[in-house]
Every structure is written in structure tokens, then in C-alpha cells.
């Protein structure tokens, strides 16, 4: 038996890597809003979260396998039955080190791991969102992707791999938005700095007290209110925007 949502006024969200980190703090944050939530990561649906709902509306989606994508996008579009999808959430990130911790340089990164990280943080955004445009047109949706500092400057700590897909999903942001824009689908990005999660690397807090004019880390609940605000009818005109979240350290 599918569980499809009831014809309600609750908007609906779905959020990839919703299992921790940011994309934990993205989907208590939407339900705080009183926005129905379908999360997808790989994990089972984590006991943290606090509504009894959330366990049934989990997708386990493995995102560097395109039939697993499909699969997922099978399942919202089940769940959804009539309803429409207000806001799609492409939060799931990798950020391989080498084995000591360190950067991964180019010269240092083989093949299969460049093309994993572009399959997870690039690819699989632009196959779910291709399988989910139907219900994000009939909503009038939108769409909001998670980029980072690293798309745009070298960065200490994040790879060459991961720079690239984070390059490659801000240029995907602004082709969405050109493209989904005359459908009614706003499609942004936020573009997160340092950040309290397990991705951070050993060296990150002398680096912030340095280069981050605000002197300290975000916190992930800074980055959920900013999602939610570009997701809301408040950013109604907001179309291909990127926003910086890192306490100006884009500034240096
Ligand atoms: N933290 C920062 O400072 C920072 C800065 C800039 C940008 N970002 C970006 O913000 C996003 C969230 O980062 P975070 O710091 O919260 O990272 P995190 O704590 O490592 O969480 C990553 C999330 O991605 C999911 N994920 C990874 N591989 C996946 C796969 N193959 N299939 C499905 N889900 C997968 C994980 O879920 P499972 O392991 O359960 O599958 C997890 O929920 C990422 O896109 C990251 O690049 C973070």
C-alpha cells in the first residue's frame, strides 16, 4: 500500500541527504515551517528526527547509481499521486580526502573517484530533476541546489574532484533557471563556506579564525534558513540567484 500524501494545503518538500548535516538541518527546518517532508539519502531515516511520519516518507537512494535515482523518483512521483512538488532540495554531497586527510589534488585524484563525485554532486541532480519536473511544474516549484565556496576559488581543504562538481552545479543552477524558468520553476543555489558537519577537515577552525571575516563556523541551521527562505513565496522572484553563506569569506 502507498502511502500518497492527502489533498491538504502543506506544501511538500523533497531533500536529498537528509541524513545528517545540513540536509538534517534542511528537513526539521522545512517541518518547524509546517511543510510535508520526503527525504532520500542512503542511510535508513535517522530516529533523530522528531515526527512519526518522516519513516515512511524516507527514499533509500544510493545517488551514484542512475537505475537507484530512477527508482527513488518513482517512488516521490507515487507518493505525490496528484499532488504536486513545491520544493526539490539537492543537498547530498561527497568530499573525498587523501588517505592521510589532507587536499585531494588533481594529479592525486584517479578516474573512478572523479567520476563519482561528479556522478553524486552533479549528475544525480540534473537525472532527479529531469525525473521530477512534472510534479515541480504542476506545483509551480522550486528548485534549490547546495554549491559551495570551492566552486569558485581554490580552496584548502576541499579537492580538485569536488571543486569541479560544485563549478559544474553552479553553472547546472543558472542552465535550470533559464531553462525551467518559463515553466514556472525557479531554480537557486546557496553556496555554504565553513560549516559545523562530519565533511569539515582537521585545520578548519585555524583557517576560519583567519580567512572568515564573522571569525567563527555556520552553523547548519544558518544554511536551512536560507533554503527555506529561497524556497518560499518570499523569493517568488528570485530566479538563478547563488547566495553566499560563509560569514564573508568569499570577501578575501
Ligand atoms: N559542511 C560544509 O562546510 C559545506 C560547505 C560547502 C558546501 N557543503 C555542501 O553541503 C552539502 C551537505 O554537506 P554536509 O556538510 O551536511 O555533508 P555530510 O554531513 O557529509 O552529509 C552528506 C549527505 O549526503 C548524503 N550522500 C552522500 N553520498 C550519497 C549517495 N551516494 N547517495 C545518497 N546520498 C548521499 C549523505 O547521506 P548517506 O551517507 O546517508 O547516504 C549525507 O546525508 C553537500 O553538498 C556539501 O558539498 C558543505
Same mark, same amino acid.
Request: aromatic share 4%; hydrophobic share 45%.
Given at each position: 500500500?502507498?502511502?500518497?500524501?492527502?489533498?491538504?494545503?502543506?506544501?511538500?518538500?523533497?531533500?536529498?541527504?537528509?541524513?545528517?548535516?545540513?540536509?538534517?538541518?534542511?528537513? !526539521?527546518?522545512?517541518?518547524?515551517?509546517?511543510? /510535508?517532508?520526503?527525504?532520500?539519502?542512503?542511510?535508513?531515516?535517522?530516529?533523530?528526527?522528531?515526527? @512519526?511520519?518522516?519513516?515512511?516518507?524516507?527514499?533509500?537512494?544510493?545517488?551514484? /547509481?542512475?537505475?537507484?535515482?530512477?527508482?527513488?523518483?518513482?517512488?516521490?512521483?507515487?507518493?505525490?499521486?496528484?499532488?504536486?512538488? #513545491?520544493?526539490?532540495?539537492?543537498?547530498?554531497?561527497?568530499?573525498?580526502?587523501?588517505?592521510?586527510?589532507?587536499?585531494?589534488?588533481?594529479?592525486?585524484?584517479?578516474? /573512478?573517484?572523479?567520476?563519482?563525485?561528479?556522478?553524486?554532486?552533479?549528475?544525480?541532480?540534473?537525472?532527479?530533476?529531469?525525473?521530477?519536473? /512534472?510534479?515541480?511544474?504542476?506545483?509551480?516549484?522550486?528548485?534549490?541546489?547546495?554549491?559551495?565556496?570551492?566552486?569558485?576559488?581554490?580552496?584548502?581543504?576541499?579537492?580538485?574532484?569536488?571543486?569541479?562538481? !560544485? @563549478?559544474?552545479?553552479?553553472?547546472?543552477?543558472?542552465?535550470?533557471?533559464?531553462?525551467?524558468?518559463?515553466?514556472?520553476?525557479?531554480?537557486?543555489?546557496?553556496?555554504?563556506?565553513?560549516?559545523?558537519?562530519?565533511?569539515?577537515?582537521?585545520?578548519?577552525?585555524?583557517?576560519?579564525?583567519?580567512?572568515?571575516?564573522?571569525?567563527?563556523?555556520?552553523?547548519?541551521?544558518?544554511?536551512? #534558513?536560507?533554503?527555506?527562505?529561497?524556497?518560499?513565496?518570499?523569493?517568488?522572484?528570485?530566479?538563478?540567484?547563488?547566495?553566499?553563506?560563509?560569514?564573508?569569506?568569499?570577501?578575501?
Amino acid at each position: 500500500m502507498i502511502d500518497t500524501f492527502q489533498p491538504s494545503a502543506r506544501p511538500i518538500v523533497a531533500v536529498t541527504g537528509a541524513s545528517r548535516g545540513i540536509g538534517h538541518a534542511i528537513v !526539521k527546518r522545512f517541518h518547524e515551517e509546517g511543510w /510535508d517532508v520526503l527525504t532520500l539519502a542512503r542511510t535508513p531515516f535517522s530516529t533523530v528526527c522528531p515526527w @512519526a511520519e518522516g519513516i515512511v516518507r524516507h527514499v533509500e537512494t544510493d545517488l551514484s /547509481d542512475e537505475g537507484s535515482i530512477q527508482r527513488a523518483a518513482g517512488t516521490i512521483r507515487d507518493r505525490l499521486a496528484d499532488r504536486g512538488l #513545491d520544493a526539490l532540495v539537492h543537498n547530498a554531497g561527497v568530499s573525498p580526502k587523501a588517505t592521510d586527510g589532507g587536499r585531494l589534488g588533481a594529479m592525486d585524484t584517479d578516474a /573512478d573517484t572523479f567520476r563519482h563525485v561528479q556522478m553524486v554532486n552533479t549528475v544525480a541532480p540534473l537525472i532527479l530533476t529531469r525525473a521530477l519536473l /512534472d510534479p515541480l511544474t504542476l506545483a509551480g516549484g522550486s528548485i534549490v541546489t547546495v554549491s559551495s565556496i570551492a566552486a569558485s576559488q581554490v580552496h584548502p581543504f576541499a579537492g580538485a574532484a569536488y571543486a569541479v562538481s !560544485k @563549478a559544474g552545479l553552479s553553472a547546472l543552477t543558472r542552465e535550470l533557471a533559464h531553462e525551467l524558468g518559463p515553466r514556472g520553476v525557479r531554480v537557486n543555489a546557496v553556496s555554504p563556506g565553513e560549516i559545523g558537519t562530519s565533511i569539515l577537515s582537521p585545520g578548519t577552525d585555524a583557517m576560519v579564525a583567519r580567512d572568515v571575516p564573522m571569525r567563527r563556523l555556520g552553523d547548519p541551521r544558518e544554511v536551512a #534558513d536560507v533554503v527555506l527562505f529561497l524556497a518560499s513565496r518570499g523569493a517568488s522572484y528570485v530566479n538563478g540567484a547563488e547566495i553566499p553563506i560563509n560569514g564573508g569569506q568569499h570577501l578575501a
